[in-house]
């Protein structure tokens, strides 16, 4: 088995849980990027608190600009103050241009704020004359990343719960879909619509479910089959045995009635046995139907079977001329010696019937395709060209021109199809060129 199903699962699965890691890292990185700057407008508040700062600080005004810091520190509940800076380098070291530039005693409003950091950072506004300071402790209001734990919580618990809900809903799709359309399908079965079937609803998938989808189709017409043999067999039997029960019935009324009987007894007799052989023939039929047995365990000469049914056949009908060509041997192993026998009996005393007094029936057994092949010829009308396949089906009687019906009750050539098949061979009936009809069956040499 491919295991198709099973790979495709896996797949969906690996392939989810990788995309599943890889949006939770980059939504977490990203997130947490995008959390940890400081918010525009208190980027511009506190830009804005600087510029008064060096507002007031130009002025001159050191009461006013102490006023003014303390009334800050109070409203923010936060550190600020205006320092100044003075770098002295030493040993005859200089300053470069680039440090004098980006030197500050805290940190940029544009820069990135440690959020795992449990104290809040002080951040620096230099005034124009790059040695002058507004400090502030950044206020607890304006920390950036306040909802970060809700965030993390979101994506490490509710994004991927959520993912998988979804992905365990595509796979619960794909997996009950095909076993909807199964349930569906063994109900409407069950209530007797014998045409369901599964493998054309579920499109150009191919995987397990399928298979199962395929072999409940196959179940399925075999079933069906089956019933409807059935069906066929229990209306034609119960048709056949109308006839010799109604005759049964008028002689045993006439009994009833005190009428002589005496020349009834051997009709009845014949009625009881044509109902026997009508009952065991389509036992038997149904048996090979239903069952379909693999007839294959015994080995046999074909030439000493033939040779010995064609005797009896000559016994039994002294008016026709039976030609047979036959090999010395004809070995056939796993096979069955009844029902060969019965198969070729039944195919050359239809011939026999069929074929007029001093006609000839011709039968040659010969070798073919690692088989051999066993033709029955009469002298008979032939068969219609439209009811050469119909013959072989149950309780059928082909109309021959100028014959009355068979003795039989049409059940010898389905016996016989069934047995041939049975045993892995197959038989064809044919007209012959001017007149007569030849049955071929071909019988596997070997079947080991």
Same mark, same amino acid.
């Given at each position: 088995?491919?295991?198709?199903?099973?790979?495709?699962?896996?797949?969906?699965?690996?392939?989810?849980?990788?995309?599943?890691?890889?949006?939770?890292?980059?939504?977490?990185?990203?997130?947490?990027?995008?959390?940890?700057?400081?918010?525009?407008?208190?980027?511009?508040?506190?830009?804005?608190?600087?510029?008064?700062?060096?507002?007031?600080?130009?002025?001159?005004?050191?009461?006013?600009?102490?006023?003014?810091?303390?009334?800050?520190?109070?409203?923010?509940?936060?550190?600020?103050?205006?320092?100044?800076?003075?770098?002295?380098?030493?040993?005859?070291?200089? /300053?470069?241009?680039?440090?004098?530039?980006?030197?500050?005693?805290?940190?940029?409003?544009?820069?990135?704020?440690?959020?795992?950091?449990?104290?809040?950072?002080?951040?620096?506004?230099?005034?124009?004359?790059?040695?002058?300071?507004?400090?502030?402790?950044?206020?607890?209001?304006?920390?950036?990343?306040?909802?970060?734990?809700?965030?993390?919580?979101?994506?490490?618990?509710?994004?991927?719960?959520?993912?998988?809900?979804?992905?365990?809903?595509?796979?619960?799709?794909?997996?009950?879909?095909?076993?909807?359309?199964?349930?569906?399908?063994?109900?409407?079965?069950?209530?007797?619509?014998?045409?369901?079937?599964?493998?054309?609803?579920?499109?150009?998938?191919?995987?397990?479910?399928?298979?199962?989808?395929?072999?409940?189709?196959?179940?399925?017409?075999?079933?069906?089959?089956?019933?409807?043999?059935?069906?066929?067999?229990?209306?034609?039997?119960?048709?056949?045995?109308?006839?010799?029960?109604?005759?049964?019935?008028?002689?045993?009324?006439?009994?009833?009635?005190?009428?002589?009987?005496?020349?009834?007894?051997?009709?009845?007799?014949?009625?009881?046995?044509?109902?026997?052989?009508?009952?065991?023939?389509?036992?038997?039929?149904?048996?090979?139907?239903?069952?379909?047995?693999?007839?294959?365990?015994?080995?046999?000469?074909?030439?000493?079977?033939?040779?010995?049914?064609?005797?009896?056949?000559?016994?039994?009908?002294?008016?026709?001329?039976?030609?047979?060509?036959?090999?010395?041997?004809?070995?056939?192993?796993?096979?069955?010696?009844?029902?060969?026998?019965?198969?070729?009996?039944?195919?050359?005393?239809?011939?026999?019937?069929?074929?007029?007094?001093?006609?000839?029936?011709?039968?040659? /057994?010969?070798?073919?395709?690692?088989?051999?092949?066993?033709?029955?010829?009469?002298?008979?009308?032939?068969?219609?060209?439209?009811?050469?396949?119909?013959?072989?089906?149950?309780?059928?009687?082909?109309?021959?021109?100028?014959?009355?019906?068979?003795?039989?009750?049409?059940?010898?050539?389905?016996?016989?199809?069934?047995?041939?098949?049975?045993?892995?061979?197959?038989?064809?009936?044919?007209?012959?060129?001017?007149?007569?009809?030849?049955?071929?069956?071909?019988?596997?040499?070997?079947?080991?």
């Amino acid at each position: 088995m491919s295991r198709k199903l099973w790979w495709r699962l896996c797949g969906t699965l690996a392939l989810g849980t990788l995309v599943l890691v890889w949006v939770i890292s980059f939504l977490g990185a990203t997130t947490e990027q995008q959390m940890s700057f400081i918010a525009k407008h208190h980027q511009d508040t506190l830009k804005q608190w600087g510029r008064t700062a060096e507002r007031l600080y130009l002025s001159g005004d050191e009461r006013a600009l102490a006023d003014w810091l303390e009334n800050l520190q109070m409203q923010e509940d936060t550190w600020a103050a205006v320092v100044r800076s003075s770098v002295q380098p030493l040993a005859g070291s200089e /300053l470069s241009g680039q440090f004098m530039e980006g030197f500050r005693l805290g940190r940029n409003v544009e820069w990135k704020i440690h959020l795992y950091f449990a104290d809040n950072p002080i951040m620096d506004m230099t005034f124009a004359d790059g040695h002058t300071h507004f400090l502030i402790t950044l206020p607890q209001r304006m920390r950036p990343g306040t909802y970060l734990p809700e965030m993390k919580l979101f994506l490490k618990v509710a994004l991927p719960l959520v993912v998988l809900l979804v992905l365990s809903l595509v796979i619960y799709r794909h997996v009950m879909n095909p076993i909807r359309q199964l349930e569906l399908a063994t109900r409407q079965f069950s209530e007797g619509n014998l045409g369901t079937r599964v493998r054309a609803l579920l499109g150009n998938r191919n995987d397990e479910l399928t298979a199962l989808a395929d072999t409940f189709d196959r179940m399925a017409e075999r079933i069906g089959d089956l019933i409807l043999s059935q069906r066929r067999l229990i209306a034609d039997l119960s048709h056949e045995l109308r006839t010799p029960l109604t005759r049964i019935d008028m002689a045993v009324s006439c009994v009833e009635e005190g009428i002589d009987t005496h020349h009834f007894l051997p009709r009845i007799r014949r009625e009881c046995d044509l109902m026997r052989a009508l009952v065991e023939d389509t036992l038997t039929l149904a048996w090979l139907e239903n069952e379909q047995p693999d007839l294959g365990n015994e080995d046999l000469n074909l030439t000493d079977l033939v040779d010995s049914i064609v005797e009896d056949a000559r016994y039994e009908n002294p008016s026709r001329r039976i030609v047979a060509e036959l090999p010395d041997q004809a070995m056939l192993a796993g096979s069955s010696h009844r029902a060969i026998a019965q198969a070729v009996e039944n195919v050359v005393r239809n011939a026999c019937h069929y074929t007029p007094a001093e006609g000839c029936i011709r039968i040659v /057994l010969e070798p073919q395709d690692n088989g051999y092949r066993l033709s029955v010829s009469d002298q008979g009308p032939g068969v219609p060209a439209e009811q050469l396949e119909l013959i072989f089906k149950p309780f059928f009687r082909a109309s021959r021109t100028g014959q009355s019906g068979p003795g039989g009750h049409g059940l010898g050539l389905s016996l016989a199809r069934r047995q041939v098949e049975a045993i892995g061979g197959w038989i064809q009936a044919r007209n012959r060129p001017g007149r007569g009809l030849q049955m071929d069956l071909w019988f596997p040499a070997s079947r080991l």
